[in-house]
């Protein structure tokens, strides 16, 4: 029968699933881990391999997950179907993996298939699966649930008399940790779920009644050193990743009263869409404060449950493993710590609500034992319940097609979502879609009016929409917010070039080019604000700046080319005009400025 369930678990996962194998990227993390990323983009290599390695990018130091989307390339190419496809392969890879942990452990087969089956089909599961940045999450887990398995492996051993350092399990167990926190480093929680294990199902606290004693607490603690030393160098160097990239919000942007309001709403939130998984979207704003009656009633819900489980643990261990299984594994996204601008995510979700389910399953099971009668309607509503969310899944899996549809849905049902907006936004204006574009970025900013990315996009807009005047007015405002963006001061003189504003569109140029001497496109364009004003031989010189960045461009060397010209420097002109041909043979203006040379 095990093995039965081995089969049908991936079978209906891919059932559920097999839509996405369509799906398109989104403009959400995807175009940073896959499809604007070079390294990523090269495929498998070493130079790639270093890379992942050595580098801290997108917030975060997780090497395996690099190499993961590098193997999609180098085996599928650079589309987006290969990724799909691995991300459900793992997902139903992990179903199987879920089930067989909790049967060796417990030896209870069909209570760890209906756990296993909820994983499967859950709909806050599908983020994690249909959105291509999001495999971290797949891959961590798959490891961190090889880790399980293979640590119920050598607590068998162990209960046997067999010493650990005589077990290979315990060292696999350990290396299978390793790659799951070099996937992503939420699982750091992982040593604590193997002393919740300990406790129950593996009975391993002293005296056997359950009552936990300090010597045995302190064994196993020793036992999980190794685990708990690559725990904490991992949030060491997490911290510090996130940190350096700026993206740990302060205590002045994020206070620490709502930090801690926000812990007990998302952890009652949690809980509220694991058994009502309605309006789920991508994102969800973090409001600062949250309302105290809100606060209130999630706070004594979480403290209640989480008392009532401690005061059950003798009778109903199940109980105090599931919840707190729960409770520790959000601990490292639960909000204390703010990275990001979410409050929750659905993605979080992924591994903790193992511990939800582990107490429906169990609870559901010991219903039966006590009321016999009751077993055929139990197991008839545990099927009603894995066949709707299946359909809630398929449901919520329609909105990642691509990422009109989901911020479309994101700003439906989420309040004053304004990175959906400006996402929103962002997808619509690639597709040319530049009034619908500019509508989005207007409402993320009436919602942030300090949002600098909607002022900067919006600002592009608007130039694209030639509507300088608004891009001049948008600028104007980031600058005043961010008086060190280059990009900014350099689009901000390009809309003073083209309405004739040459003397203030040379005055943001320069700078632009003093607080990043190399954008191109602002020594270029100062070049060309410079030669209007007849400032050629100035025009030169950046010109000139220009080319040492970016020698093969041949428009700079055709323009350089038209400064020496009219500084009378006839054979330096040619010379740029020549080399204007050598890189871009069809370029017919440089052909007419070389034929004009040779006229007589």
Not at 137 to 161: N, P
Not at 487 to 503: E, H, I
Request: aromatic content about 14%.
């Amino acid at each position: 029968m095990a093995a039965v369930l081995c089969l049908l678990l991936p079978a209906i996962t891919l059932l559920v699933y097999f839509p996405v194998f369509g799906y398109d990227f989104v403009n959400y993390d995807d175009p940073d881990y896959v499809y604007s990323n070079p390294h990523v983009l090269a495929g498998l290599t070493w130079h790639g391999i270093i890379w992942a390695f050595l580098v801290v990018h997108s917030f975060n130091w997780h090497p395996l997950t690099w190499i993961s989307h590098m193997t999609d390339v180098e085996l599928f190419g650079a589309g987006p179907a290969g990724p799909h496809v691995v991300n459900v392969l793992f997902h139903a890879a992990n179903a199987v993996l879920v089930f067989l942990v909790l049967k060796k452990m417990s030896g209870a087969i069909w209570r760890s298939a209906f756990v296993a089956a909820f994983f499967a089909l859950h709909p806050l599961h599908v983020e994690s699966v249909a959105w291509i940045s999001e495999r971290k999450d797949v891959l961590s887990t798959f490891f961190g649930l090889l880790a399980l398995w293979k640590y119920a492996f050598y607590v068998e051993e162990a209960k046997q008399g067999k010493s650990s350092k005589q077990s290979a399990n315990y060292w696999w167990a350990l290396l299978f940790f390793v790659l799951a926190l070099l996937s992503k480093p939420m699982l750091v929680t992982l040593p604590f779920i193997m002393l919740l294990l300990d406790y129950w199902p593996l009975q391993r606290f002293k005296p056997a009644t359950g009552a936990s004693s300090f010597s045995s607490l302190l064994w196993l603690l020793k036992e999980k050193a190794p685990f708990l030393f690559f725990s904490a160098a991992s949030c060491i160097l997490t911290f510090k990743a996130q940190h350096e990239s700026e993206a740990v919000q302060s205590l002045s942007a994020f206070p620490l009263n709502g930090r801690i309001e926000n812990v007990f709403v998302a952890y009652a939130q949690y809980l509220g869409k694991t058994f009502l998984p309605i309006n789920m979207a991508c994102l969800y704003p973090h409001p600062g404060n949250w309302p105290w009656p809100e606060v209130l009633f999630d706070s004594s819900v979480v403290v209640g449950i989480s008392a009532a489980s401690i005061w059950l643990r003798q009778k109903w261990p199940f109980i105090f493993v599931g919840w707190f299984w729960f409770l520790g594994m959000l601990v490292p996204v639960i909000g204390l710590v703010q990275v990001g601008f979410q409050s929750m995510a659905d993605r979080y979700t992924y591994l903790p609500l193992v511990g939800i389910f582990l107490i429906l399953a169990w609870g559901s099971g010991e219903a039966i034992l006590r009321m016999p009668k009751a077993a055929a309607p139990v197991c008839l509503a545990g099927v009603v319940l894995l066949v709707g969310c299946g359909v809630l899944a398929r449901n919520q899996l329609q909105y990642w097609q691509n990422g009109g549809t989901l911020f479309h849905h994101a700003v439906a049902t989420t309040k004053n979502n304004y990175i959906a907006y400006n996402n929103l936004g962002y997808y619509l204006f690639k597709h040319d879609k530049l009034d619908e574009a500019i509508d989005d970025y207007q409402k993320a900013l009436q919602i942030k009016p300090d949002f600098e990315t909607a002022l900067e996009n919006l600002g592009v807009a608007l130039i694209r929409d030639k509507q300088y005047d608004g891009a001049i007015t948008c600028y104007r405002s980031l600058l005043r917010l961010n008086p060190s963006d280059a990009a900014a001061y350099s689009n901000l003189g390009y809309a003073f070039t083209v309405t004739g504003r040459f003397d203030e569109a040379i005055d943001s140029y320069r700078k632009a080019v003093q607080i990043k001497p190399g954008l191109v496109d602002a020594l270029v364009n100062l070049g060309g604000a410079l030669a209007v004003k007849g400032q050629f031989e100035e025009a030169a010189v950046q010109y000139r700046k220009a080319l040492q960045l970016s020698p093969q461009d041949a428009q700079i060397h055709f323009e350089l080319g038209n400064m020496l010209k009219n500084l009378g420097k006839k054979q330096e002109a040619m010379d740029e005009f020549s080399e204007a041909l050598n890189i871009n043979p069809e370029y017919q203006e440089a052909q007419q400025a070389l034929q004009e040379f040779d006229a007589p």
